[in-house]
């Protein structure tokens, strides 16, 4: 397994006064509201966005926790106010972060035979275990140079996108998820991503999907996949660290495929002796 860091940057010449405000209105949060999240009034959020008042570094803080702010605008909020960041942003291969890449390697372990990987902010993959190497076999090699991209190994029409049976219901589900994160993160890097692999033409399935008359009742969306000339099929979970402190360790998402049908569970198992 092999861990690689890559770091996006969101500068900003604003007041600290739209920013907030910016991230308020996108929260669909009233002044008064925040106000009363934040032990504060509605006339001094007022001040604030209009620039009338400088928030303190704790207040900056306050407002940026009510509003969930991701950790990393977290720190333009406060270069925007005057303050110094508050988070760094360790690369992945210091010392200081030896423990949170020895938690993540057991963890992922600990997954298998079901898949399982960790990308960052720009879902290129930092760690990945032997689930998921056994999905990429056959994947031409220059998908697979580093740094590895989850979003173009799945949608890339060379890459997983002609074995997923149900791929235009997937990559639905995978645009709407970037769209998601583009909102909140502001990335310029993330929206070139999107772009990218939204135009990718929409390769037809390996298999044949049709077969199945009745939607299965599954309780989430699965990722139906062919291998080997089986059909797997997959419920995804994605998880993040509780309250993290450090840029890079926030902006980790782990990514969990749990076995949605018992054909794949003992297909898996199988595998992995």
């Known amino acids: 397994m092999t861990i690689v860091h890559s770091g996006t940057t969101t500068p900003s010449d604003q007041g600290v006064g739209p920013l907030l405000r910016a991230w308020r209105e996108q929260r669909r949060v009233s002044q008064l509201e925040l106000a009363l999240r934040a032990d504060s009034?509605?006339?001094?959020?007022?001040?604030?966005?209009?620039?009338?008042?400088?928030?303190?570094?704790?207040?900056?803080?306050?407002?940026?926790?009510?509003?969930?702010?991701?950790?990393?605008?977290?720190?333009?909020?406060?270069?925007?106010?005057?303050?110094?960041?508050?988070?760094?942003?360790?690369?992945?291969?210091?010392?200081?972060?030896?423990?949170?890449?020895?938690?993540?390697?057991?963890?992922?372990?600990g997954y298998e035979p079901y898949p399982a990987l960790v990308f960052d902010a720009s879902y290129h993959v930092v760690a990945a275990n032997r689930g998921i190497t056994m999905l990429l076999g056959g994947i031409p090699e220059s998908l697979l140079r580093p740094p590895l991209n989850t979003m173009r190994l799945t949608l890339h029409p060379q890459g997983l996108a002609p074995r997923i049976l149900n791929l235009r219901e997937w990559r639905g589900h995978l645009l709407?998820?970037?769209?998601?994160?583009?909102?909140?993160?502001?990335?310029?890097?993330?929206?070139?991503?999107?772009?990218?692999?939204?135009?990718?033409?929409?390769?037809?399935?390996?298999?044949?999907?049709?077969?199945?008359?009745?939607?299965?009742?599954?309780?989430?969306l699965p990722m139906r996949i062919e291998h080997e000339g089986r059909t797997l099929s997959f419920i995804s979970s994605t998880s993040t660290f509780n309250t993290p402190m450090d840029v890079t360790v926030a902006e980790l998402a782990i990514e969990t495929f749990l076995p949605a049908d018992p054909a794949t569970v003992k297909y898996l198992q199988t595998l992995m002796l």
């Open 176 to 220: 709407d998820q970037m769209r998601r994160q583009i909102a909140l993160r502001r990335s310029e890097q993330l929206r070139e991503l999107y772009e990218e692999v939204a135009a990718y033409p929409v390769p037809e399935p390996e298999g044949d999907d049709s077969q199945q008359s009745e939607p299965a009742p599954y309780f989430a």
């Open 41 to 109: 009034s509605a006339r001094h959020i007022s001040f604030v966005e209009t620039g009338r008042s400088r928030p303190s570094e704790e207040m900056v803080l306050r407002l940026a926790e009510h509003l969930e702010v991701p950790v990393r605008e977290r720190n333009a909020l406060l270069l925007a106010a005057g303050y110094a960041p508050r988070f760094p942003e360790t690369p992945l291969d210091d010392p200081a972060l030896d423990a949170v890449r020895e938690g993540i390697e057991r963890l992922i372990q």
